[in-house]
């Protein structure tokens, strides 16, 4: 059987020389080969969808209902904190020569002095007010909160990324928090406000000098685990220095470890101060644990409710969105919660 096929005007070809056909016969180099210009850059490049870390973070953080509202929430509470004594002047005994102005729930407060925002959680032991009062205290728990937690988690964060690294600063620190882990953490913040003035940097002073230590011991734990991996020992074998290596290489690592890690810490100092306060240890400026404190005679006494409660409703509040915001914010900075 012989079938021809006809290509073109001049070739003719049959099934016997089909075989040897070369297609690229009779073009020029020009027709064969085309030049492509390199570039390294652009061989760089890689196809898949762009990721960003902390955009990953938010859409996940927000992508629950529950955060919305627990941030604007955690925002009123910082606005009222910090904004509202700046606009409001507060004058703890302004009404302290009238009788009638003291231990008022919030119906006698308004009919004493009025319907105005100040009075809606009544009158204090001064004849201040209680709504007032309570802001300009949390400023003052909250911005101590905030600075303990700034101080502690810096160092704990750095100090035990490098004790968990060398082995040979691991000796040391592991005598060294042995001795001091067996003591109480509130009983030595006591004795520190005991020596010195009890003022706020005497608090931040007294809930850091050891405060950093179980941070960092928790830090070491997280270390051990992943400072053997292959790109750890890699890096070691090229000569990148122990801090270095802590820093670049397992602290980036641990990033939802230390946001789940702070957001315990914070709401715990504020406890730490109103617990302090009720018991007459705290500051002597007017915080959230001082209100509570000067109004501890006033829970049990009818008509006076108003003036311990508040303060503690508050308190627990403040505490209760910290811990909620930090936790759920730990949860979304997970890379595997990305996906």
């Known amino acids: 059987m012989n079938v021809e096929f006809k290509m073109g005007k001049h070739v003719s070809v049959t099934m016997d020389n089909l075989d040897e056909l070369d297609p690229t016969e009779g073009m020029s180099d020009a027709e064969l080969f085309q030049v492509i210009n390199h570039s390294d850059l652009e061989s760089e490049k890689i196809t898949a969808p762009r990721y960003s870390y902390w955009h990953s973070v938010f859409r996940v953080f927000f992508r629950k209902k529950i955060n919305i509202v627990m941030l604007g929430l955690l925002a009123v509470i910082i606005l009222m904190a910090y904004l509202y004594p700046i606009f409001v002047e507060y004058d703890r005994y302004g009404n302290l020569l009238n009788p009638e102005a003291k231990h008022l729930m919030p119906s006698a407060a308004f009919k004493q002095f009025g319907y ?172 959230l644990g001082r209100l509570i404190y000067e109004a501890e005679s006033a829970m049990l006494t009818p008509g006076w409710g108003f003036e311990f409660w508040s303060p503690v409703a508050v308190a627990s509040i403040i505490t209760i969105v910290l811990y909620v915001v930090g936790q759920n914010l730990g949860d979304a900075s997970d890379p595997r919660t990305h996906m």
């Open 116 to 287: 105005n925002i100040h009075w809606i959680l009544g009158a204090g032991a001064a004849g201040q007010s209680t709504f007032d009062a309570i802001w300009y205290g949390s400023q003052i728990s909250i911005s101590l909160a905030l600075v303990v937690a700034l101080i502690n988690m810096s160092v704990g964060v750095v100090v035990g990324a490098v004790w968990g690294f060398s082995k040979k600063v691991d000796n040391v620190m592991m005598i060294v928090y042995n001795i001091i882990a067996n003591l109480p953490y509130i009983l030595v913040i006591s004795v520190m406000v005991m020596i010195f003035t009890a003022g706020f940097w005497t608090m931040v002073f007294a809930m850091t000098v050891t405060g950093w230590l179980s941070i960092a011991y928790f830090i070491r734990t997280q270390v051990v685990i992943i400072r053997d991996r292959e790109y750890n020992l890699a890096s070691k074998c090229l000569g990148t220095s122990t801090i270095r290596i802590a820093m670049k290489n397992i602290l980036p690592f641990m990033t939802s470890v230390v946001v789940t890690l702070a957001a315990t810490e914070i709401p715990s100092y504020i406890s730490y101060e109103v617990f302090l306060a009720y018991i007459g240890m705290g500051l002597k400026e007017m915080s």
